[in-house]
């Protein structure tokens, strides 16, 4: 297990250094974004041909949707969540479809702890395991605010989505992870973290999610530790 950060140039030397992998395959999306890709994986580099199992949260618009077209492309198939009716997904769930994957929608708030219990319930139940888990879903304040001025109110609900609801989506679908892994050691498996240059680079007038997403990058660094 192991743990790569990178962005901008870092990137396109990582993109030559595995040009079979699913790094190779995420980074076509992190290169046209300002988002930093932080990654968590374990066993031998992704034979892409291969139908594996994505769950990407927030996967059926923006930069989540962009993750969600380039796996289908390389052969996945997909759980998306998201908290919108299925109805008003169908045309990108139907779109996806016709590049070959086969793909399930599940209406999810990562932030609620018994709406990610079950999502990850359902998710195993129609799919049977997660190869890689993309942890997208996140919002930005309702208001910007400077942080003399900010809301506890503001604060809890952004780190809520953007922290806790990945950080023990993270821990359920790792703890599927393991038991899988002792059942095939040589599966492929893969937790994807979606932060941002605001980890690093301060916003005082949204303190909030400047700080939900450098909590992402110790997450990582966390995860990938242990």
């Known amino acids: 297990i192991g743990h790569l950060w990178w962005e901008g140039f870092e990137g396109f030397i990582l993109f030559e250094m595995f040009p079979n992998s699913v790094y190779s395959v995420i980074l076509k999306i992190q290169l046209q974004t300002i988002c930093v890709i932080c990654v968590i994986c374990g066993g031998d580099n992704l034979n892409l041909k291969m139908k594996k199992i994505a769950l990407i949260t927030g996967g059926t618009r923006g930069i989540g949707l962009g993750i969600a077209i380039e796996l289908a492309k390389a052969g996945f198939n997909l759980a998306l969540s998201g908290k ?3 109805s008003s997904v169908t045309s990108v769930l139907e779109e996806l479809t ?9 209406r999810s708030d990562v932030s609620e702890t018994v709406d990610r219990q ?3 319930g359902a998710v195993m139940k129609r799919f049977g395991k997660v190869n890689v888990l993309v942890n997208n879903a996140g919002i930005a304040p309702s208001e910007r605010r400077d942080i003399l001025d900010a809301t506890e109110e503001s604060f809890e609900q952004v780190l809520h989505v953007n922290l806790q609801g990945p950080y023990f989506l993270t821990q359920l679908i790792a703890n ?3 038991e899988a892994k002792k059942q095939v050691p040589d599966e492929f498996f893969c937790i994807i973290n979606v932060s941002s240059v605001s980890a690093s680079f301060a916003s005082t ?8 997403k450098a909590g992402i990058a110790m997450a990582t660094k966390l995860w990938a530790t242990r």
């Open 84 to 86: 919108r009716e299925e």
């Open 98 to 106: 016709e590049l070959g994957s086969e793909v399930a929608y599940f």
């Open 118 to 120: 079950q999502l990850v």
């Open 176 to 178: 599927q992870m393991i």
């Open 205 to 212: 007038n949204r303190g909030e999610y400047c700080i939900s």
